[in-house]
């Protein structure tokens, strides 16, 4: 209320906020310099990354697998090394083999 009060006292406009949604500026807080900042773009779905093939395994007629097995770590661990084999699976044209359902450490 006092900037709003204050503009409309000197008929000033403010200057205009840094970011669009919060008026933030990315090197008040450690951050890249304003310029670099107007670069950046939240993340968006590239068409031609659909019809990627990977070269590891894309011509093999043999069907192969990737097996995942949790270590005895907390549930985060578990998820990490999950997520990284995965994206290796994925990478690699492999199927993913799960482990049988079991409990987790700290979750039983």
Known sequence: LKLQSAVLDTGE?????????AGLSCSDHGGPSDDLAKEMIYWSDIP?????VSPIGANSKK????????????????RM????????????????????????YLLR
């Open 13 to 21: 406009k403010p200057p205009p906020p840094v970011h669009d949604l």
């Open 48 to 52: 031609s990354d659909d019809a990627f």
């Open 63 to 78: 069907r192969k697998y990737l097996t995942f097995e949790p270590d005895g770590g907390g549930f985060n661990n578990i």
């Open 81 to 104: 090394s999950m997520e990284t084999m995965i994206v290796m699976a994925h990478a690699m044209s492999r199927t993913l083999v799960m482990p049988p359902s079991q409990g987790m």
